[in-house]
């Protein structure tokens, strides 16, 4: 079946760098879009990024030129390196996929940023 499983969330400062990892099973990993999505407290969960099956990246208005969404089709893992982070990206951060018309979502990691 499909599992999603994220890593590397935590507690940071403001300006600093995390990287999060999210291992994926059960579908064709290398022919499948990524997405990481994040959910700050009391809002609405929202699009971060995503990265398609040829490497083409979308980022959200408000982590371009911050966040970077990658992948490796060998060891079926998307990442997302977040730098220059700030108290605005505290948040749950959710892999995701569609599979057919179903969606999977992971776990999620925990983003805590300090100011």
């Known amino acids: 079946q499909v599992q999603l499983v994220e890593s590397g969330g935590g507690l940071v400062q403001a300006g600093g760098s995390l990287r999060l990892s999210c291992a994926a099973s059960?579908?064709?990993?290398?022919?499948?879009?990524m997405y990481w999505y994040r959910q700050p407290p009391g809002k609405q969960r929202e699009l971060v990024a995503n990265?398609?099956?040829?490497?083409?990246?979308n980022y959200a208005d408000s982590v371009k030129g911050r966040f970077t969404i990658s992948r490796d089709n060998a060891k079926n893992m998307v990442y997302l390196q977040m730098n220059s982070l700030k108290p605005e990206d505290t948040a749950v951060y959710y892999c995701?996929?569609?599979?057919?018309?179903?969606?999977?979502w992971g776990q999620g990691t925990q983003v805590t940023v300090s100011s």
């Open positions: 059960g579908f064709a990993f290398s022919t499948h879009t």
């Open positions: 995701n996929v569609f599979w057919g018309t179903i969606e999977f």
């Open positions: 990265i398609s099956s040829g490497g083409s990246t």
